[in-house]
């Protein structure tokens, strides 16, 4: 099995190389170039495309802070905040954190858990450079 690290480091040698990018289907996983971007459809080629995708989106939010995001989607759609969102309410955070783990996939949230290291970080952020 690849570790973390030199599974990082095929993805990053496929940046800009199709032929890399089909040859990493190997690792039966998800292709980890820009994913985000490429599921909505935002490639951008020029400053106007920062416009686009803010026309194209009601609301916009980084993917590793979702519980605020869905929050804010919450607020825009719904008009009005789910008691977990409620950042002025008694529960402790260790409660919330209790209550969002049931909705979670059944285990402990694992990516927070896991320390990279500043060369790691370096490679993620290559590879999500559009996102």
């Known amino acids: 099995m690849t570790s973390l690290e030199g599974w990082l480091g095929h993805w990053v040698m496929a940046l800009n190389d199709t032929a890399k990018i089909v040859e990493n289907r190997r ?40 519980d605020k995001v869905l929050c804010l989607v919450f607020i825009h759609h719904a008009g009005w905040l789910p008691d977990a969102c ?18 979670d996939h059944g ?4 990516g927070s858990t896991y320390n990279t290291t500043r060369f790691q970080d370096a490679m993620i952020d290559k590879l999500v450079e559009k996102d």
């Open 107 to 110: 285990v402990t949230h694992h």
């Open 27 to 66: 690792f039966l996983c998800y292709p980890a170039i820009n994913l985000q971007s490429i599921y909505v459809g935002f490639v951008p080629q020029n400053a106007d495309d920062m416009k686009n995708i803010q026309q194209k989106f009601t609301v916009i939010g980084p993917m590793d802070q979702l």
């Open 86 to 103: 409620n950042c002025s309410n008694n529960k402790s955070s260790s409660q919330l954190q209790k209550q969002q783990l049931g909705s």
